[in-house]
């Protein structure tokens, strides 16, 4: 009689909307131009025109972090479809397999895990060129691995229900089963954990954006901003201080709608999962545990 | 059980291959030639008959699948080639450097070991203490604060101002620093874990009957939640074991450490080919001896699994 | 409790010893450090060579001329040329660098090095007396003297292990990728004068600027300048700042549209604010034309902006301002995509501000920031492309101007052909004296303004912090000599 959590109990999801509202809005919308520059007030201070100053170029500081936001939920967005849908098909599928072609998947599903996603990362975005899309993919290529373990375990765990069973002798069809009785349960602990990484993708975009190896340094992502203003942080503290302080409100944001990260949890039956949630968490970490994986000028000042 | 661990073994070694084969087509796969790149770096001309000569140089005018074989062939014989930029042989690269990334890596997991029971118990018993609180401002700093916004920070203070310290120091004392931002970046997720695994404990009925027998509140969840919260932190502890092999290329640059952090960027930005295929490589198999590890410390913690 | 005294033996290691500061050698912190103690090694020999530990047999002097350094002078000899070495030359461990050792050097530098074999080929050395070595090199070579300067030529000896330099100082401890200590070479000219230094490889800018202010470097070379301001607060700090060698310009491809029309590609010249650019770059000068001002040859008058000017050629060109602002053309927008590279953090910096600049005349202009810019400028795939580069590297203007602007050139990226300049070039060949030569390349100067296919934008400015200690160090134009025989600690 195992039962599992509720995968969202006391959590306060009205704030989610409400960040994705704001995400959107910021997207569309911001006071200035995020690239308009003005020479003229470099390093100007909080004004009314300019509630949170401009930077070394004059550009607006604020325009700049609400375009950000937009590229960081864009890229957000494709990061969890991309586990959620990977994970699930694959996972499903090797738990309704048996055999060779279930060894397959799996082996799949754990190399994704054990690549370095950082790295594996970096390598698509210079393939691809940098923007909120390319990172996004490149971000979920390296993250749907653990997606698929967790499924899979949680599917085979529903299978042996005595209910599924029950149901299966009935002479209920094996994709039926699936969708009527595994399914709903699978994606209920998926959402959830991947709620509680919501926090780290967010992060691990920052980190791509601030080595941003061969993209264009100039555009508003909050990673980049770091790594542009990373110079001026005892002159102008102010100007690192916001795009850190917008990733650290995000994420405190994410963790009051969707609950806290907890790491790896140990569910009190499954072995199985637990190495899977396990495995999900080393690949996580792996991917950046804060906004800045590296930061360094790789760029030569030699001829 | 032989057979099982044969097996385990080979699964081991079949996705280190994939993962060799990955390598190879994902770094193939970036744009830019590393000849190219090292020539306009150093002000040469990038001419053709230049770029072929360095590509006869470093093997690459031959057919991709024949490199990957010939590399791979190495690779497992324990030549792994020279470095494009350094010309050095990177296996003696790597032999060098990963020491520095362990120190700076497994040190900063072990400071923040030790803050975490204190902390994780603290807030467990009280989710609205003071120590909770300190424990949620520490995970959100971590995971907000640029390590090496926080690493110049404290370089200042320490090096300019306090003059206590060196910024370029020799010998063990460099490692300091950098092992205490790695600490403060490590504790958050770790003290969480903990303390969710005691919070769930305290909830738990045997544990409310222990008390109502008159049991001291910290000894009974010590001694019935601890086992139970240490199988879920030792879970979190090999996650973090998990990005130490390059996860601490920040601190590395900022405090100069010679660790295999910094070693990486630089060659990401050169396109060091043998390099990113070594790393990538010994990454994945850091990642499962790690996994291996964790699976062992599970068996010996957790008593439904015997 | 065990941990707390972990804890507290933790916080003593903190502690560390300053050292003597009278006896301690000059700390020089940078972002390079050579990978190899062997200059035959990739580009070993030009880190060396800013190290103080390799030379050439010519260098380039301050204002930037070819000179003749371990050679006494070279001379043409039908297809070859011969070589003649000045006299009581010595190596590091003392040996005699005679044209034996001339010639072991050469023939090891080609063999390793392709970076070498692409100056000279596999060349064909006779010895022919202590201090002559005759060199045919397997295709002809037109400036003899600034190939012999290039890097990969730096002279050593090779024993099997080591080797041996011949430069102001040598090597005692290499730690790859930290740090290298030096002593003065005692074989190098007045030995007693120069003091040990150790240069540490510091990667970023901001510790390079910690490391100057807590007193540990003595030279901290190409300071970010963004930690200025505060470096200059300190009065125990000098900081001296020197316009380079190098110099950062704009090429327009004048086979695509709209930068087919002369007219839109003066406009560009015009129309951008240099002022602003240097601004955004925190320091530098106008450009005057190919040259930095430190060339004895370099055109004198900045650029000029002129927006309204800028404004009135566009119109003539056809390109009429739309109620937006936006011009057009028959239906076409006047826009173009400017490609820039991330090896110059600065251009990417004043990108936007060019684009800026840019669209306040009508433009429309996109940036894309390639990592590997020469590949997309040798197949012409660009419209525009930001360029920074060493405007002299043998010391001679001719180079850069055969290079680029020559029609038949494989390096004219603009694809500019011109038959005054080319012709201009042909004389060029001819002449020989330095004031002369200069005047020569002021004339083809403003033959290429006329045409605009390129736009000098700026010559950067670089900085090197000092302490009390390296207060007298002099910067070079340039960082391939960090480190010169004229180095001299202040006790």
């Not at chain 2, 970036?30 to 001419?47: E, H, K, T, W």
């Not at chain 2, 199988?231 to 660790?259: C, I, K, N, Q």
């Not at chain 3, 003539?316 to 109620?323: H, L, P, Q, R, S």
Request: with cysteine; hydrophobic share 50%; aromatic share 8%.
């Amino acid at each position: 009689m195992s039962h599992h959590a509720p995968a969202i109990v006391e959590r306060r999801l009205w704030v989610l909307p409400a960040l994705a509202g704001t995400a959107l809005i910021c997207a569309v919308w911001q006071p200035y131009a995020p690239d308009a520059i003005d020479m003229l007030n470099r390093h100007g201070a909080p004004t009314l025109a300019h509630w949170l100053g401009t930077d070394h170029l004059g550009r607006d500081v604020l325009a700049r972090l609400m375009a950000g936001m937009g590229r960081t939920f864009l890229a957000l967005g494709i990061v969890a479809t991309m586990c959620v849908m990977l994970g699930l098909a694959v996972g499903l599928a090797a738990a309704s397999t048996s055999g060779i072609l279930r060894g397959a998947l799996l082996r799949v599903a754990e190399f994704a895990s054990v690549m370095p996603t950082l790295v594996v990362a970096i390598a698509i975005v210079s393939l691809l060129g940098f923007d909120a899309v390319t990172a996004g993919i490149a971000l979920g290529l390296g993250a749907w691995g653990p997606y698929a373990l967790l499924a899979d375990g949680l599917a085979r765990r529903a299978l042996s229900e005595p209910y599924v069973q029950a149901a299966r002798a009935l002479g209920g069809t094996k994709s039926r089963l699936m969708f009527r009785h595994v399914l709903p349960a699978v994606l209920d602990t998926q959402l959830a954990y991947l709620g509680a990484k919501l926090g780290r993708i967010v992060i691990a975009y920052a980190a791509l954006a601030f080595l941003g190896l061969g993209a264009d340094s100039s555009r508003p992502d909050w990673g980049a901003m770091l790594f542009e203003y990373r110079l001026y942080m005892f002159d102008h503290p102010a100007l690192m201080l916001w795009p850190g302080f917008a990733v650290v409100v995000t994420c405190a944001a994410l963790r009051t709608a969707l609950g806290q990260d907890r790491g790896a949890r140990v569910p009190a039956s499954s072995g199985d999962t637990a190495a899977a949630l396990e495995c999900a968490d080393l690949h996580v970490h792996g991917a950046a545990d804060n906004p800045v994986a590296t930061g360094v000028e790789t760029a030569r000042r030699t001829g | 059980m032989p057979r099982a661990a044969i097996a385990e073994g080979l699964r081991a070694l079949l996705l280190l291959w994939l993962a060799s084969l990955a390598a190879f087509a994902v770094v193939r796969a970036m744009p830019a030639d590393p000849a190219v790149l090292s020539l306009v770096a150093f002000g040469q001309a990038a001419d053709p008959d230049t770029v072929a000569a360095l590509h006869r140089e470093w093997g690459l005018d031959q057919a991709l699948p024949l490199q990957y074989a010939a590399w791979l062939g190495d690779f497992l014989t324990g030549d792994w080639r020279r470095s494009f930029k350094t010309g050095a042989p990177i296996l003696d690269e790597f032999a060098k450097r990963l020491p520095v990334s362990l120190i700076v890596g497994f040190g900063g997991l072990f400071v923040a070991l030790l803050a975490v029971g204190p902390l994780a118990r603290g807030a467990a018993k009280r989710p609205n203490g003071w120590a909770a609180r300190v424990l949620d401002a520490a995970t959100l700093g971590a995971q907000a604060i640029p390590a090496f916004w926080l690493g110049c920070l404290l370089l200042w203070f320490f090096a300019v101002e306090l003059r206590v310290i060196d910024v370029l120091g020799e010998g063990p004392a460099r490692y300091v620093l950098p092992i205490l931002i790695v600490a403060f970046t490590g504790l958050g997720p770790l003290a969480q874990v903990y303390r969710a695994g005691l919070a769930e404990v305290s909830r738990a009925d045997y544990f409310r009957t222990a008390l109502a027998k008159g049991a001291d509140p910290d000894t009974a969840l010590e001694a019935q939640g601890g086992r139970y919260a240490r199988l879920g932190l030792s879970a979190a502890l090999t996650a973090e074991a998990g990005w130490v092999v390059g996860g601490t290329a920040v601190v590395e640059v900022v405090f100069g450490l010679p660790g295999l952090g910094t070693f990486l960027v630089d060659s990401i930005a050169m396109r060091d080919y043998f390099v990113l295929q070594a790393y990538i490589v010994v990454a994945a198999a850091w990642m499962l001896a790690i996994a291996f590890v964790a699976a062992g410390a599970r068996h010996l913690l957790d008593p439904r699994l015997r | 409790m065990q941990f707390r005294i972990l804890a507290a033996a933790a916080a003593l290691a903190l502690t560390a010893v300053p050292a003597d500061a009278q006896t301690r050698p000059l700390v020089v912190g940078q972002g390079f450090l050579t990978d190899s103690l062997d200059p035959a090694q990739g580009v070993a020999g030009w880190a060396l060579q800013s190290h103080g530990v390799a030379e050439t047999l010519f260098t380039v002097d301050r204002e930037g001329r070819i000179v003749p350094n371990l050679a006494e002078s070279v001379r043409r000899d039908g297809e070859s040329f011969i070589i003649r070495l000045k006299p009581d030359l010595k190596f590091a461990d003392g040996s005699l660098l005679d044209a034996t050792a001339l010639k072991a050097s050469l023939d090891r530098a080609t063999k390793e090095n392709p970076r070498a074999r692409g100056q000279i080929g596999t060349p064909a050395l006779d010895v022919l007396n202590a201090r002559e070595l005759r060199l045919r090199p397997e295709r002809p070579v037109a400036a003899i003297e600034s190939v012999l300067a290039e890097f990969p030529l730096a002279i050593h000896k090779f024993d099997g292990t080591n080797a041996s330099m011949t430069g102001p100082f040598r090597a005692v401890e290499f730690k790859r990728g930290e740090s290298l200590r030096l002593e003065p070479n005692p074989f190098y000219r007045d030995v007693a004068s120069r003091p040990a230094v150790t240069i540490r490889r510091i990667g970023d800018a901001q510790t390079l600027a910690l490391g100057l202010e807590s007193g540990e470097v003595d030279i901290a070379f190409n300071l970010a300048p963004e930690t200025l301001p505060r470096l200059k607060r300190r009065p125990e700090l000098t900081i001296k700042s020197t316009p380079v060698a190098y110099q950062y310009m704009a090429l327009l491809n004048t086979q695509r549209a709209p930068f087919d029309d002369v007219k839109v590609r003066q406009a560009v010249d015009l129309a951008i604010d240099r002022s602003m650019l240097i601004a955004a770059a925190n320091g530098g000068e106008t450009a005057t034309g190919m040259f930095p001002r430190v060339f004895p040859f370099a055109s004198e008058s900045p650029r000029k902006h002129d927006a309204r000017e800028a404004e009135k050629l566009l119109d003539d060109a056809g390109w009429k301002a739309g109620a937006n602002g936006q011009r057009m053309k028959d239906g076409r927008a006047l826009e173009f995509t400017l490609t820039t590279y991330p090896q110059r953090p600065d251009l990417v910096t004043i990108a936007p501000v060019i684009r800026a600049s840019l669209e306040r005349i009508g433009f429309r202009v996109r940036i894309e920031v390639t990592e590997a810019i020469s590949p997309q400028l040798q197949a012409k795939r660009y419209d525009a492309a930001l360029w920074a580069m060493h405007a002299a590297p043998g010391g001679d203007g001719a180079f850069v101007f055969e290079q680029y602007l020559r029609s038949t050139s494989a390096t004219n990226f603009m694809s500019f052909a011109s038959a005054p300049v080319d012709a201009a070039l042909d004389r060029l060949r001819e002449i020989d004296a330095a004031p002369a030569r200069a005047a020569a390349l002021k004339g083809i100067e403003q033959l290429v303004f006329a045409q605009a296919p390129v736009v000098y934008l700026m010559t950067p400015v670089w900085h090197v912090g000092l302490s009390k200690r390296a207060a007298s160090y002099v910067p070079y134009p340039s960082d391939y000599y960090v480190l010169r025989a004229d180095l001299r600690a202040s006790p």
